[in-house]
Nanobody, 126 residues
Framework: QVLLVESGGGLVQDGGSLRLSCAAS????????MAWFRQAPGKEREFVTV????????FYADSVKGRFTISRDNAKNTMYLQMNSLKSTDTAVYYC???????????????????WGQGTKVTVSS
């Protein structure tokens, strides 16, 4: 299993930017796809974006397309989420996940991922 630790969350004003990181450790020698999900208060966890194990393919939820960018540095076992033009609706706890993305071209279910971080909170004030 891959152990994941997120960082970079915080409080930002509407229209601002944040960069989240997800550091992986443990069984990182096998290829694994990675994703970001988020969960707002009182809501279910929702998909944000996913990136293929080699960084060659990524897919975004419509709600973040054009504003968020996912990337990864396999040499550092770290994934990133650059979030620009943040809105109050982006307020949530953001979770990184590792697993096997099988729903190519569609939002993956949480069941595609068997490793999860503890989450990092992002608050966007209007």
């Amino acid at each position: 299993q891959v152990l994941l630790v997120e960082s970079g969350g915080g409080l930002v004003q509407d229209g601002g930017s944040l960069r989240l990181s997800c550091a992986a450790s443990g069984r990182t020698n096998s290829p694994y796809d990675m994703a970001w999900f988020r969960q707002a208060p009182g809501k279910e966890r929702e998909f944000v974006t996913v990136i293929q194990w080699n960084g060659g393919y990524s897919f975004y939820a419509d709600s973040v397309k054009g504003r968020f960018t996912i990337s990864r540095d396999n040499a550092k076992n770290t994934m990133y989420l650059q979030m620009n033009s943040l809105k109050s609706t982006d307020t949530a706890v953001y979770y990184c996940a590792a697993g096997e993305y099988m729903a190519w071209g569609r939002p993956p279910p949480t069941s595609d991922f068997d490793s999860w971080g503890q989450g990092t909170k992002v608050t966007v004030s209007s």
